[in-house]
């Protein structure tokens, strides 16, 4: 299980001017509506542990609510990389700790996309299943089986598919 660290004593040491490696590991969509000043994205599908920045002390993870960074954590672990420790509740948590954030465009959460897209899917398959053939009715029952096993594993698939979307890409000038 990966160390974590609560939003006020993450808050706590980049006041004191340490140097923290702060690696955020949402979509650069969700990177660009709300960060923690300072962090750097590199969103957790890409994360190569062997490309993180070097440096002394902790890597510290940040995603939407801690998940992600969990996941973040336990892949450079794997990876033998020194100490990963995860920001406990995410930047949501941050921003309610107040840590400062710099904030950009708002976008649609990837969670919403994925809960639009998987009704869009059931409901195009069970009209298809009504009207044109009964064969269509497998489609909501694969997307049933998807919503399933992403919360049995904790990892969707659709989720990750729509996080390469090109409107979940960065747009214009990066941030931090």
């Not at 609560?6 to 923290?20: F, H, I, N, R, W």
């Not at 890409?46 to 902790?58: H, I, T």
Request: glycine share 14%.
């Amino acid at each position: 299980m990966p160390s974590t660290i609560q939003p006020t004593a993450l808050k706590e040491k980049l006041a004191s001017g340490d140097a923290v490696r702060l690696i955020d590991v949402r979509t650069p969509a969700e990177f660009q509506e709300v960060h923690v000043e300072g962090a750097r994205n590199v969103p957790l599908d890409r994360l190569d542990p062997a490309e993180l920045p070097s440096g002394e002390g902790p890597v510290y993870f940040i995603c939407k609510s801690g998940a992600r960074g969990q996941k973040a954590c336990q892949k450079c672990e794997g990876a033998g990389l020194g100490e990963a420790v995860n920001v406990e509740g995410g930047t949501q948590a941050c921003v309610e700790a107040g840590l400062p954030v710099v904030r950009g465009q708002q976008v649609m959460s990837l969670e919403r996309q994925v809960r639009i897209a998987a009704g869009t899917l059931v409901v195009i398959g069970t009209t298809l299943g009504a009207f044109v053939h009964p064969y269509w009715l497998g489609l909501p029952g694969f997307v049933g089986a998807g919503l399933v096993f992403a919360g049995v594993t904790d990892t969707c698939g659709m989720g990750m598919l729509l996080a390469r979307m090109p409107w979940n890409q960065r747009c214009g000038s990066s941030a931090s």
